[in-house]
């Protein structure tokens, strides 16, 4: 088909360590036990031939992706949160990724925020920045790290076009890793005699073509980021109504490209009399960034025309002398900009500088009428836009022009030319801007249009069942592959496809399984809890929630226990205290005469003899029975059911302390006897809540800690 000339398995997909690709094909290999005794031959392994290539395409794939997510993080002049994937902090003595102990976000164009979660952690974030090969400096004020993006120097320009190089060589050699394993793998067929030799000549070269496709690849992706890191200039541009300046990011100095600031629709039309105007006839815009006003830098291949005060009659050369002339003095006011503007140099798309009194100019009304009196076929004008759309498409890195070639595609539609076929590469190419766009449904019904056009367009059948795989429809995945295939049987990219809607498949049975046996379980557990009056809530101490289990054969229940000695702060631990063990049991273990003293205890006050045992009334919130059952499914990974959303939003307010227990509730009261009392008397007490685990007190009787303990002189 004469559509898009771009590869639709991504090419930006990841790289994984190259000794990550280092496994054999063994999963695929099935053996039997060999008959006879001694001397008999070894197995046969059964090995589907093409799966070495589909397991070896998959993993390159996932090469791939890693090479794209390394390449994200080198910086090219503009704030971009991902530079910051690489960075590793020491967090408490173990290296922690930065993105696991705080949030970063991008307020404007050239500033990175980074809000850590724990704000004990903030100087260790800050030495880590500092440490990395970023070279920017952080700004740290205590709350947050703000990471100015400076523009690029030359020398650092070269540094990183380095380390974009060295990630790209790190890539091939992972693929190459992976052809090394597939070629053993083939080689081993051929050795037990799966193969003959010439299937094994054709396995080889197939693995060879698909390692220099990927390899090429990489060279693209590498050039083109290596390219991105040279466009980026700084240009002023200037207005004459008090010295309002912009700085904005332009193109690399070999290249004829500027960049120019606009502002919205109603400040360009507050600012028209007295704002400098630099007409623009584009040829391809190659780069957008839009900050928080939405000015936009618009990166142009093509040549300036800047109006000054001259009247429009005024020869070009003049004209972008003159411009020449008063960029070169920043400090000096611009000349006033024309009344109005050359009608040549409209869009007539409705551009923010554009309002009624411009369409009704005489000069763009005849200009307009020019065009509706084009001679033009409604095929003709279809495969214009579709070329313009295939150009738009050249430039996918960027999403914009992802979305202008959407326009172009749309229009080509709209003529209602009456070739099939051509219409069927529109829908085709209209779906890859929608997979791109990560707009599945629309990329889904547009490639099931495209093939309803055209059965054969292949590009039509991958397109639509990768939209579907998108939104999780496997079954209608593997339909469309299939269909596919019998158009192009060897269509690696379908193949694959058609292995990831089957594994789909199988994830989401599985899924389903595993949904049905955990809501069995949680609601059992609940049920056991209710029976038992056990009430649970979030956890007040550092210690974290250990909630009680059920043993499967006594159908008791087990309680991970906290004893707190409050006057040092120490504890001791019981993981397993069952529902009829006595309170006066465990003491017995934890103060049996034969055991060493305790450290802090210097004046030995704490004897069996001489402790008592309390526990805290109403220590928490409890939460309900039906939001124990939802965060013990959400945390089984049972599929998420939006109906607990409100539950949710209960469970966040208990465990933030939004929903707070009243003080004037909450007292220490004493287990007069022990040795009668069992936990599961404990736990029944209608004022008894499990904070996350059992907590019990213990004091020694005598002590002038303990009048303070019971005044309520002492607080967790």
């Not at 090419?11 to 496994?23: N, V, Y």
């Not at 990927?214 to 700084?234: R, S």
């Amino acid at each position: 088909h004469d559509d898009v000339d771009v590869h639709d398995a991504d090419a930006q997909r990841a790289r994984a360590p190259a000794d990550a690709h280092t496994a054999a094909y063994e999963p695929h290999a099935r053996h039997h036990a060999a008959k006879g005794g001694k001397g008999a031959s070894e197995p046969e392994p059964e090995v589907d031939p093409e799966a070495i290539e589909m397991d070896a395409m998959e993993r390159m794939d996932k090469t791939m992706d890693s090479i794209a997510k390394d390449f994200s993080t080198v910086r090219t002049g503009r704030a971009n949160v991902q530079i910051l994937d690489r960075i590793e902090v020491m967090y408490y003595g173990a290296p922690t990724a930065l993105k696991a102990i705080a949030n970063a976000s991008t307020p404007d164009a050239q500033t990175v925020v980074i809000q850590p979660f724990d704000k004990t952690a903030i100087k260790d974030i800050e030495r880590a920045l500092n440490e990395s090969d970023l070279g920017i400096t952080p700004n740290n004020d205590g709350n947050v790290i703000r990471l100015v993006i400076p523009a690029l120097t030359e020398e650092r320009r070269k540094d990183l076009a380095k380390l974009v190089s060295k990630l790209g060589e790190d890539g091939k050699v992972a693929l190459r890793n992976v052809r090394r394993d597939a070629m053993k793998a083939i080689e081993k067929l051929e050795k037990a005699s799966a193969i003959g030799e010439d299937e094994c000549a054709g396995l080889k070269k197939g693995i060879e073509d698909l390692t220099a496709s990927y390899i090429k690849k990489v060279d693209d992706i590498t050039k083109a980021k290596e390219t991105e890191l040279q466009k980026f200039k700084t240009l002023k541009v200037a207005v004459a109504d008090g010295g309002w300046m912009a700085n904005r990011q332009s193109v690399s100095q070999s290249s004829h490209y500027v960049s120019s600031s606009f502002a919205t629709a109603a400040a360009a039309r507050q600012r028209a009399r007295n704002t400098i105007y630099i007409y623009i006839h584009t040829q391809f815009i190659h780069d957008i960034d839009v900050d928080a006003e939405r000015q936009t830098c618009a990166f142009v291949a093509a040549f300036i025309v800047v109006i000054m005060s001259a009247p429009p009659a005024t020869s070009l050369d003049a004209q972008i002398h003159a411009h020449a002339k008063h960029t070169d003095d920043a400090d000096a006011a611009p000349p006033p900009p024309p009344d109005t503007l050359p009608a040549l140099f409209w869009s007539g798309d409705g551009d923010d500088w554009m309002d009624d009194a411009h369409m009704n100019n005489p000069e763009f009304a005849a200009l307009k009428a020019m065009l509706a009196e084009d001679p033009a076929s409604p095929c003709e004008l279809a495969e214009m836009h579709k070329n313009k759309g295939n150009q738009s498409m050249k430039y996918k890195h960027n999403l914009m022009y992802a979305r202008y070639a959407v326009e172009h595609y749309t229009t080509g539609i709209l003529v209602a030319c009456d070739d099939a076929g051509l219409n069927s590469i529109l829908h085709s190419n209209r779906a890859y801007a929608g997979l791109l766009l990560k707009n599945y449904r629309k990329a889904y019904e547009d490639g099931v249009k495209a093939v309803e056009l055209d059965a054969r367009n292949v590009k039509g059948w991958y397109r639509a069942a990768k939209a579907a795989l998108s939104l999780e429809k496997f079954e209608e995945c593997a339909r469309l592959c299939v269909a596919g295939l019998d158009v192009e049987s060897t269509n690696r990219d379908m193949k694959v496809l058609l292995r990831e809607a089957k594994r789909g498949v199988e994830k989401r049975e599985a899924q389903a399984r595993l949904d049905v046996d955990e809501r069995a379980r949680v609601s059992a557990y609940a049920e056991a809890l209710r029976d038992k009056c056990i009430r649970i809530g979030p956890a007040v101490l550092g210690s974290g929630e250990r909630w009680p289990t059920i043993d499967a054969n006594t159908h008791e229940a087990v309680f991970w226990t906290l004893f707190v000695y409050p006057e040092s702060m120490q504890t001791d631990v019981v993981e397993a205290a069952r529902e009829s063990d006595a309170l006066g049991a465990h003491l017995d273990v934890l103060f049996n005469p034969g055991a060493p003293p305790l450290a802090w205890d210097s004046a030995n006050a704490y004897t069996r003899e001489s402790v008592e045992i309390y526990w805290q009334t109403n220590a928490t919130v409890p939460y309900t029975y039906a939001q124990i059952e939802t965060k013990m499914l959400d945390a089984a990974g049972v599929t998420r059911r939006d109906a607990d959303d409100d539950t949710r939003r209960a469970i966040v307010d208990a465990e933030t302390k939004t929903k707070k227990v009243d003080a004037r509730d909450q007292f220490m009261r004493l287990i007069v006897d022990p040795y009668a009392t069992t936990f599961g008397d404990l736990v029944k007490n209608k004022e008894f809540v499990v904070a996350g685990h059992v907590v019990l007190y213990i004091v020694a009787k005598g002590t002038e800690f303990r009048q303070q303990f019971l005044n309520g002189e002492w607080e967790l």
